[in-house]
C-alpha cells in the first residue's frame, strides 16, 4: 500500500524553526510532485507549498513566503519542508502528499502550485504536530 511518513514536529518558541521530513513507503518518489499541508483547529486543510518531481520547480503559499523552503532528495524517497521564523498561527498538523496527474491538473507532478486542492493528490501521510507557542 503506497503511504507516505511524516517527522518533524513538535514545540518550538516563535522565531524559531523546523524541519520536516516526508518518507515514502512502497514506492519511489521520482515521478511525483511532493506538496505540504496543513490544517489547524477549526480550518480546513490549506496548501503550504509544493516541489515538482525533480525538484526544479517549487512554489509556495503568500503566508509562508520567504519563511518556509521546500526540497527533495529522490535517491532517499524523502521530501523536507524547512520552517524557519515560525509564528503562532503556523501552528497545525502539517500533512505530506504525493500527486502526478488528475483530470483537473493533468501535469501536477511537474507544475504543482501551492493552491492546488487537497483532494488532487494521491497518497498522504498521517501528519505531524507543530505548535509555536511561548
Known amino acids: 500500500q503506497l503511504r507516505l511518513v511524516e517527522s518533524g514536529g513538535g514545540l518550538v518558541q516563535p522565531g524559531g524553526s523546523l524541519r520536516l521530513s516526508c518518507a515514502s513507503a512502497?514506492?519511489?518518489?521520482?515521478?511525483?510532485?511532493i506538496a505540504w499541508f496543513r490544517q489547524a483547529p477549526g480550518k480546513e486543510r490549506e496548501g503550504v507549498s509544493c516541489?515538482?518531481?525533480?525538484?526544479?520547480?517549487?512554489n509556495y503559499a503568500n503566508f509562508v513566503q520567504g519563511r518556509f523552503t521546500i526540497s527533495r532528495d529522490n535517491a532517499l524517497n524523502t521530501a523536507y519542508l524547512q520552517m524557519n521564523s515560525l509564528q503562532p498561527e503556523d501552528t497545525a498538523v502539517y500533512f505530506c502528499a504525493a500527486g502526478s496527474s488528475t483530470e483537473r491538473y493533468p501535469t501536477l507532478f511537474r507544475h504543482c502550485p501551492a493552491s492546488t486542492p487537497w483532494n488532487e493528490f494521491s497518497v498522504w501521510g498521517q501528519g505531524t504536530q507543530v505548535t509555536v507557542s511561548s
Open positions: 512502497g514506492f519511489t518518489l521520482d515521478n511525483y510532485a
Open positions: 516541489i515538482s518531481y525533480t525538484g526544479g520547480n517549487t
